[in-house]
């Protein structure tokens, strides 16, 4: 009676201390899958934090000629040399001018 009584006692310590290794085993179990998600996440982070900084560099300098240009855009006209009364050029119309302007403006 006695040993079966132990052999109980000893089994079920050894069933408590089976499931307490166990519960030991499968909590490392997920703090090592844990600091791995995180590790691989902050080198992720890094990653993306590296390409930004390489796009940035590559795109600043198209962004400072664009900026040019969009300064040279803002004279809507050349600068023209002021020409003399005698130094400027005259156009001459003749009667075909006259009349296709005349018939246009008849039509509309």
């Known amino acids: 009676m006695v040993s079966k009584a132990l052999l109980r006692l000893v089994s079920a310590v050894n069933r408590r201390r089976m499931k307490l290794l166990l519960g030991i085993a499968l909590l490392a179990y997920v703090a090592s899958v844990w600091g791995n998600f995180v590790n ?14 390489k796009i940035e560099e590559i795109v600043e300098p198209l962004r400072e000629k664009i900026r ?5 855009f803002t004279q809507k006209y050349p600068p023209v040399k002021f020409l003399s009364e005698k130094d400027r ?14 018939a246009m403006r008849t039509s509309s």
Request: glycine share 10%.
């Open 40 to 53: 691989m996440r902050s080198i992720q982070e890094n990653g993306e934090i590296k390409i930004e900084k």
């Open 89 to 102: 050029k005259r156009i001459l119309a003749g009667r075909e001018t006259w009349s296709t302007g005349s």
């Open 68 to 72: 040019d240009l969009e300064k040279s």
